[in-house]
Each structure stands twice: as C-alpha cells, then as structure tokens.
C-alpha cells in the first residue's frame, strides 16, 4: 500500500481499539483517535483515510458499524503490550507500508460530514470537563487561603 498517510496507522489503532467486541461507529471511532492521538483531525482528512483504506482491503463496513478485516488484523499484529503510543504507530505504519493489496475491494464513502457529526457528539463532554477543571481550581484557591490564614494564627 503506497503512499502511507499519517493519519492511516492512528485511525487502524482507533479502530482496532473502537471494534474489540463489535463493529464500531462512527462516535467510537472518533473518541477512540482521540484517546489515542490527543488530537482529533480535520473531518477530510479522516474521511479520505476510511476511503484509502477500505479501497485497500483493510476495514470492512458490518452490521451498521465498521471494523478490521483480516488482512488488517495482520497487519496490526506483533509488538508487545507495554508498547508506547508512537511506537504502535510506527510499526502500524511500517507494517502498511509493506502491505499488498489482494484483489479488489469496495469502498467505504464516509463523508466528511458524517465525520463532523461524531465529532460534534464529543464535543460537549470536552466542555463538563473544562468546567470541573474551572470549578477545582477555584475550590482550591480558597483552601489555600484558608491554609494560610490558619497558619498566621
């Protein structure tokens, strides 16, 4: 498979970590790249990858979800469990770059608007966790106050 993009290696660890007990949608997928890159892409980006790769043979759309085939699965096999983030992903991108593909496959067409709709799915669960963050800091102000008020006493 020529050329490897980026985003390739990252979205087959998303997904084979979104898929583990079934197929995976869309919002799975999407929090899953986000939990293994600590970014989320531009909507295209990810949109052109799911059509690069299903075109290759390595994710297959099932039961209103989508998931690894076979081939993807091989390719995502080897390494070891206390591997690092950028590690998996390098071998994922070496292991692609020497992937053949084997006959001809359908591809998926996920448009770049779909892609946006999962993502706005995660988006309010980004801003409760900002507010919490907000509400501690402020809560731990005051107890520093009261700490250094008790200790002038």
């Given at each position: 498979?020529?050329?490897?993009?980026?985003?390739?290696?990252?979205?087959?660890?998303?997904?084979?970590?979104?898929?583990?007990?079934?197929?995976?949608?869309?919002?799975?997928?999407?929090?899953?790249?986000?939990?293994?890159?600590?970014?989320?892409?531009?909507?295209?980006?990810?949109?052109?990858?799911?059509?690069?790769?299903?075109?290759?043979?390595?994710?297959?759309?099932?039961?209103g979800?989508?998931?690894?085939?076979?081939?993807?699965?091989?390719?995502?096999?080897?390494?070891?469990?206390?591997?690092?983030?950028?590690?998996?992903?390098q071998?994922?991108?070496?292991?692609?770059?020497?992937?053949?593909?084997?006959?001809?496959?359908?591809?998926?067409?996920?448009?770049?608007?779909?892609?946006?709709?999962?993502?706005?799915?995660l988006?309010?669960?980004?801003?409760?966790?900002?507010?919490?963050?907000?509400?501690?800091?402020?809560?731990?102000?005051?107890?520093?106050?009261?700490?250094?008020?008790?200790?002038?006493?």
């Open positions: 498979m020529h050329p490897i993009h980026d985003v390739d290696a990252p979205l087959m660890l998303a997904l084979a970590l979104a898929s583990k007990r079934r197929p995976a949608s869309l919002a799975e997928i999407v929090a899953a790249f986000e939990l293994t890159t600590n970014a989320i892409l531009s909507e295209f980006k990810l949109s052109d990858a799911f059509f690069r790769l299903s075109k290759e043979g390595l994710i297959s759309a099932a039961e979800g989508f998931t690894l085939t076979p081939a993807a699965e091989k390719v995502m096999e080897g390494g070891s469990k206390k591997e690092d983030k950028a590690g998996k992903a071998r994922v991108k070496d292991s692609l770059a020497a992937h053949n593909v084997e006959g001809e496959h359908v591809a998926l067409v996920v448009t770049a608007g779909h892609v946006a709709e999962a993502m706005a799915l988006a309010p669960r980004r801003r409760v966790n900002e507010d919490y963050a907000k509400k501690d800091k402020r809560a731990a102000q005051w107890r520093q106050a009261a700490a250094a008020r008790r200790r002038k006493s």
